[in-house]
């Protein structure tokens, strides 16, 4: 097995000096119309991709976002290999929207060993530019629960990753609000998650705000909730169903009362102001890969004296993803509405991130619900593998 080196083989200002002498020689694309080169950056993105497969689809996806973000871009690419390659430096330049300036962007690609860590720190600091707001678009399951990660978080301004590619939520839930609670002086983190949620949000206060309807937000009773599973993933992700329920309580000052684990999905008991009740229930349901983790569907019940309605939300659609709401009281549908949901597309996720540095502390309030939650979850999980492991074998040996 062999060690990992204690400092890079490079030096960070070849670096720079090579950027310098790449703008410098840059020769004008169409001297006719005199065709100028653009250097605006307005941020440093730094991209973590944990293999060559995911650096290519970041490489993709930053070249669309430059017309919108110019930037010092350096993607860092895990490798198992021992011997690491040498920085790779170039100037990409947009010309397909060029009249007399072209927008252009550094973009330096470094391989760092696959247990590397610990060496970021000292790459993050000095290649990001002076005075610019940072960003860390981590790519993969994020490493919540390495120590050396939290040093790696707080050289950025923004962290930016992804609870849809954890392979294990639960425990991911409750260590990555361990790791906002240790850097939020320095750092904002935002999951791209729950971006996914906007929409969704949206739909569910435009439903309550309907004149006739806001009795019904004081009167839930039950709601059921269904979020996609791909049944060759090993495991069902429901930290996008729980960060929308924390969004709900943390809103309406719901207290967890009881919970309990379903062979497929859970039941939680929430008390409500006024010491109501009111039972929800979340579980996959198989879907194409597209939909994994995602939401969708959520129907309410509410009822107040003799009064009753139920609402819907459902998702459907692939390229135009499109959210239905659906209002019903006892007698007849009440408003039936479509919206759009875009933010099923990455690059959309990804531009709307890199237009904040600031905390978002409604997302952070969501995963302070949704940590409990998921510590009682894994209270549960703990138990039944205990009593699993108590059970005698149903045919002992003789």
Known sequence: ???????????????????????????????????????????????????????????????????????????????????????????????????????CYEQITITLPSDGLELLPSLLIPLALPDLPAFLWWLGPLPCHDRRFVAVARTVDRLIFDSLESHHPIADIIATRRLVQQVTRSTAV????????????????????IPHCRWALEAITRVDLRYGYLPQHSTPNPTQALLYLGWMASRLGWRLASLELLDNGLHLDLTASG?????????????????????????????????????????????????????HDRNHCVLEHAFHHHLL???RL?????????????????????????????????????????????????
């Not at 002498?21 to 080169?37: G, I, T």
């Open 190 to 209: 935002s999951d791209l998650n729950w971006g996914r949620l906007g929409p969704w949000l949206e739909t569910t206060a435009r439903m309550f705000e």
């Open 275 to 327: 010491n109501r009740r009111l039972r929800w229930t979340i579980a996959p349901e198989p879907s194409e890969e597209l939909f994994h983790g995602q939401l969708l569907r959520i129907r309410f019940a509410a009822e107040h004296n003799a009064e009753t309605a139920s609402f819907s939300i459902d998702l459907s659609g692939r390229g135009r993803a499109t959210l239905r709401l659906r209002v």
């Open 1 to 103: 097995m062999s060690s990992l080196p204690s400092a890079l083989p490079f030096d960070i200002e070849v670096i720079e000096r090579e950027l310098a002498r790449l703008w410098q020689s840059a020769a004008m694309p169409d001297r006719r119309h005199e065709l100028a080169l653009s250097r605006t950056s307005v941020l440093t993105l730094f991209v973590y991709a944990p293999d060559t497969s995911r650096a290519e689809t970041a490489r993709d996806l930053i070249s669309r976002l430059s017309m919108h973000h110019p930037s010092r871009v350096v993607l860092l690419v895990a490798t198992r290999q021992e011997r690491l390659d040498e920085p790779q430096v170039s100037i990409q330049c947009n010309l397909g929207i060029a009249e007399r300036y072209a927008p």
């Open 350 to 398: 990804l531009l709307n991130e890199l237009q904040e540095v600031a905390p978002d502390w409604l997302y952070e309030h969501a995963l302070d619900e949704a940590t409990g939650l998921a510590v009682e979850y894994r209270k549960l999980e703990r138990l039944k593998e205990h009593e699993r492991d108590d059970l005698p074998p149903r045919n002992p040996p003789r």
């Open 345 to 347: 597309d990455l690059q």
